[in-house]
């Protein structure tokens, strides 16, 4: 089994987004398993957002920026369809969405939904799609990605494009996002997570769900510790 060191200091590499002394820093969550240990970094406030990016992404948005490193012998397939937000504020629950979720030319308007049965780390909530039939919920379940698709071909209320042109936060998204990529080596990356409402980052956490098992890792605050 080939282990690889986990980095918290400097964190992930991706992001340079720098805190004076008198910032508070965001709040960080590790965790993993015998096969995959993740780290990440959760940024939740627009303004920190928007700087991270260099543009306005023009919702709100959660960003984590995360490192997955294999402790494999096999390349581990990686994407950012294995993560899942989970809010313990209000219980929203938000899958990572892609670049062209967010910013193509056919990007939807999602609310975010939310369950008073569904159990903390439940499959129960998911983001929600509102059209000419009523709502649906969108879930990473099979039948939940034949919703998003249906949405994508007709029947849906997608943002007007103003010309043909590719929106510019498009390419940074993707630049900036997760790669889907199955490696040995780390790989880092932003997620992208829409939500409602403002939310701390010690409120949230990750649930991985992919190859590597199922893994739930906890964000705090990073001063916590040292008190």
């Known amino acids: 089994m080939r282990l690889f060191p986990l980095v918290l200091a400097g964190f992930l590499g991706v992001s340079t987004f720098a805190y004076s002394a008198n910032e508070k820093k965001p ?3 590790r965790g993993g398993n015998d096969d995959v240990d993740l780290a990440g970094t959760v ?6 957002v928007k700087s991270m990016l260099g543009y306005d992404p023009g919702r709100e948005l959660v960003i984590v920026d995360i490192k997955v490193s294999p402790r494999t ?3 581990l397939q990686i994407s950012p369809d294995d993560f899942t937000l989970l809010s313990h504020k209000d219980g929203q629950r938000s899958s990572a969405f892609s670049p062209s979720q967010l910013a193509g030319k056919d990007a939807m308007v999602l609310k ?3 369950s008073a049965t569904a159990g903390m780390y439940g499959d129960q909530n998911g983001p ?6 009523g709502t649906r919920r969108i879930g990473k379940d099979p039948a939940g990605k034949a919703q998003m ?3 994508e071909k007709g029947g849906a209320d997608p943002k007007a494009a103003t010309s043909d042109k590719e929106n510019p936060l498009l390419a940074i998204l993707k630049t900036k996002g997760l790669p889907d990529t199955e490696s040995i080596q780390p790989v880092t990356g932003f997620l992208y997570f829409p939500i409602d409402g403002k939310v701390k980052g010690k409120e949230l956490s990750i649930i991985y769900k992919g190859p590597a098992g199922r893994i739930v890792m906890e964000f705090h605050d990073p001063e916590a510790k040292k008190k």
Do not use: C, L, N
């Not at 929600?128 to 039939?133: A, D, L």
């Open 27 to 29: 709040a960080v969550g």
């Open 43 to 48: 940024y939740s406030d627009p303004e920190v």
């Open 112 to 114: 975010q939904g939310r």
């Open 128 to 133: 929600t799609w509102s059209g000419p039939f």
């Open 149 to 151: 698709e249906g949405a």
């Open 73 to 75: 012998d096999k390349a």
